[in-house]
């Protein structure tokens, strides 16, 4: 059985400027068990996964991060990024509040840009802030008032438009800024990746994003954008829901479609029929599964009849439109 050791952890006071303390892990890293919570001078880090620190020098900073407020003037850097998902946080000095309201504090995380946590916990007589993190990439932990930092993301939405699940999310801000990737999960714990967006590189205006999820779910349905930038570097968004109740007990999408046909059912199938609207019949599965596609990319341009028969020998039909 491999053992997992510490070594090489070093913590120093430093007497210059840029840096008000320093902690450095080797190559053979500083492990840390998941829902175990260490202290790195003033940093606390409960990770809800094993977590490693491998190669990284840690140092707490006093220059604030630019802002409307900026950030307090302790800024903790890391060398390069790091995956980390569970409870950050980290206790300051009153005299680094730098003109923030204390009460009101978020935690800020990001790399060049960063992203504005809500929800955050502020113990203002002990001077310590905490939130609990999804899946994020960092290099920095500060904290500012919410969405005061010039963070990439300000608003993230997903509402129900007809027959599409849309998402929509705002920047006002972009530096380096690759490609959004949607991201969709039925439990928290599996995560789809549904497409990309393009950012746009560079901008220092408001810019709308948004993005359409075509295929028919039921149920709770979580999403977030995966900020990706231009060296690979990236952070994740807040998590929103939706509830999606079902239009019938099974479904066919897309509604029109070009080429293959997805059929969506909480039932086990027994048969899948297509016909035209003579009755004249152009494909029959039997046991098909749920999820599963056919292409109708040679069908005649048209309307079509989807008959699905259920293995508890319900059955629906379903008109759809051949483009």
């Known amino acids: 059985m491999m053992k997992r050791y510490l070594f090489f ?22 492990f840390i068990a998941q829902n175990t919570q260490v202290f790195i001078d003033s940093l606390t880090l409960k990770p809800s996964v094993d977590f490693t620190l491998t ?17 307090i003037a302790r800024v ?7 995956d980390f998902t569970g409870v950050a946080g980290f206790f300051y000095r009153g005299s680094e509040l730098n003109g923030n309201t204390e009460s009101t504090l978020q935690l800020q995380h990001g790399n060049a840009n960063f992203v504005s946590t809500t929800g955050s916990t502020v113990n203002v007589g002990q001077h310590y802030i905490s939130n609990t993190l999804p899946l994020t990439n960092f290099t920095s932990l500060t904290a500012a008032q919410e969405n005061a930092l010039p963070v990439s993301l300000i608003g993230f939405q997903v509402k129900r438009v ?12 972009e530096k380096n800024s690759d490609r959004f990737e949607i991201q969709q999960s039925e439990d928290l714990r599996k995560w789809n990746a549904l497409g990309n967006v393009n950012a746009a590189k560079e901008s220092a205006q408001r810019r709308e994003y948004s993005f359409p999820d075509l295929a028919e779910r039921f149920g709770t349905q979580y999403y977030r954008l995966k900020m990706v930038d231009t060296d690979g570097s990236y952070a994740y968004s807040s998590i929103q ?19 293959k046909l997805q ?3 909480q039932e086990a199938l027994a ?22 596609e056919f292409s109708l990319k040679n069908y005649p341009a048209g309307t079509y009849l989807v008959k699905v028969e259920t293995a508890a020998g319900k059955t629906q039909v379903i008109k759809i439109i051949k483009q």
């Open 162 to 173: 007809e027959n599409a699940t849309m998402l929509y999310w705002q920047t006002s801000e």
């Open 55 to 71: 190669s990284q020098t840690l140092t707490i900073s006093p220059t604030p991060i630019p802002g409307s407020p900026p950030s």
């Open 9 to 30: 952890c070093q913590l120093a006071l430093l007497s210059t400027l840029t840096a008000q303390a320093q902690f450095t892990v080797g190559t053979p890293g500083f």
């Open 76 to 82: 903790y850097n890391l060398t390069t990024p790091v």
């Open 241 to 259: 829901s939706i509830k999606l109740a079902s239009s019938g007990l099974v479904s066919a999408y897309p509604n029109p479609v070009v080429d």
């Open 271 to 292: 048969s899948v029929k297509v016909t035209d609207l003579t009755g004249r019949a152009f494909l029959e599965l039997l046991k098909p599964k749920p999820g599963q």
């Open 263 to 265: 059929i969506g059912s």
